[in-house]
């Protein structure tokens, strides 16, 4: 469900608004009303987030680097960093550890600012590195055809007269002839291309129609070398790096909250409205209901003059919701779409059921639910809290497979059905066929619309009344009642005279009193373009859902055929084929399971978010709750 709200109207005096703003976010519990327009034109603002950018993605690169395991080197690094107190001590400890000497400002005080440029600069230093030694590589490259060349033999040449020049040129365009004319020389023939050189005198006219070769003015011996000492520099700026990795993304994370909490003041400041002369300080936000009595309660204390008021149509007031534990997992999933506005149904709850389902039915395969559930609930035994929720979320995943794993008939791409297995039996009545399958994924889809449908009508009702949610009304009246009437005929009953009544109100309803504040003649012609809309969307909303059963087939499907493969694919060596067999089972099952399992959510994501949502009337565009509160890392 979506929290009520109360609208906060607040007046500060201008000497007091710092000092309030402080006590504001200690509070934590106010949602500013923000000013994006002004926050988009804050140059002050715009840097701060720029800075946060710096600050992610420096924290990112150095988090790739934290080892694994604690080394003993790092016990002094540790010991060293905690000891430095102030932020240009701090610095002085990389410049120490870098072998940097004493670089530290002399003019000034060192900032946080310092220390993230100095870490950007390592990364760039790396970069750097990276790209001498492409390019490095790039001119040795030139060597390779000619092998190691004397450059002492070649100096030796031109003491005494004469001049050595390399040449390549394709095989169809070189001519034996400059054998003779230039003195030329063959020294290596690979990939259609022939590289030679010539030895004329020097001041000998005349060169072969080839293409000069030109090399660097490093040797190729020079070349590895300097390679070698550049990947030798960067190696010790990596090993560093390493041993400071730990210590500088904790300290980078302060910063990080500490910028946040200077961006989350600078928007409470643009959204604040001078007035009288600069003396009062103007400002709007919301409170949740359940907190307005405690909130009253400490503004009526602090002397402030303010108001606190129930939202009108105009307003906008942000989305909080509540829900019970179950429903509390898939809140995520909504807001991935949008958060609903503040006037209709939260649907989290409502899908929420269902997408168990689905993922169930789209994964089906009970092995591989099996996995998903064992293997989360251990890892949520030591997991951190944060995480906690999505673990619970993937046990009602893995949970919602097994059952429906089960009901298909399917365990690692096995079919149970086709099994011939004594105690099985017994459990094969309540087995699903692919025919079965198919009809259960039509089934579910159209009770999901129709269940949307009435979501529809409490939606408008609670928005626009009653009168808004009258067509909607008639359609259901129309689809179910002409539903129970055809079954009533099939049983043998005379159904004509209900029936009539059941399309009499339901034509009604959609086009005479679709809108009752029209003429009945627009609301006729209205009523006949949403009966098109409706009925063709609704068809291709039904069979939308066939997608259940077609993915949990194409995984049941694949599983199979890993499974023949390690079957046909193993050979007769004793041990070997037992390997092989098991490298093929578990490498096509990972593969298989990655892949259906990612398809499982996306789909059902898809169907909720496409097929629900829409029958479900739900508009969305609601801004989450976010009070002015301290940040934390």
Known sequence: MIVPMRKLSLLIFYKDYQEFLEELREKGVVHVHENKKRSAEDEELKQKFALLKRIVETSKLLAKRIPNEQKEAEGEVVNLWESACSVDEKLAVYHRLFHLGDMTKKEGNVSDLDILAFLEGRFKQMDHI???????????????????????????LLDVGWDMRFFMAPDRKYLPEWEDKYNAFIINEEKGQKFFVTVMPQGAEGVPEADAVQFTQLSAQEIRERIELL????????????KVAACSVAYLAQVRKEVYEDTDLLKIKDAAQVLLDDKVIALEGWVPESIAAETD??????GVAYELE????????????????????????????????????????????????FFGFCLGDAGYGLLILLGVTLYKIKAQSAIRPILSLAQWLGLSTVIMGIVGGTFFGVSLLDAKIAWLEQFKAYMLDSQQLFNLALIIGVVQIIFGMFLKVANLWKQYGLPAALSTIGWLVGILGGGACYWFASQGHNMTIPMYIVFAVAGLLIFVFNNIRRNVFINIGSGLWDSYNMVTGLLGDTLSYIRLFALGISSAVLGLVFNDLAMNM?????????????????????????????????????????EFYKNAGFEGGGKKYQPFKKRSL
Do not use: C
């Open 231 to 242: 990947k030798v520099e960067k190696e010790t700026i990596g090993n560093t790096l390493d």
């Open 130 to 156: 990276d790209q001498q030694i492409a390019s490095l590589i790039k001119d040795s490259s030139i060597y390779e055809p000619w092998g190691d060349l004397p450059q002492e033999r070649i100096n030796g």
């Open 297 to 302: 309660h400490w503004l009526s204390a602090k």
């Open 310 to 357: 129930a939202p009108t149509n105009e307003d906008n007031p942000p989305i909080l919701l509540k829900n019970n534990k179950f429903a509390r997992l898939f809140e995520f999933i909504g807001e991935l779409y949008s958060l609903p506005n503040y006037r209709e149904i939260d649907l989290t709850p409502f899908f929420a059921p269902f997408f168990v389902l």
């Open 570 to 610: 193993s050979g007769d060596i004793p041990v070997l084929k037992q390997i092989l067999m098991l490298v093929i089972l578990v490498f096509g099952h990972s593969v298989n399971l990655f892949m259906a399992g990612l398809g499982s959510f996306v789909h059902p994501m898809r169907l909720t978010f496409v």
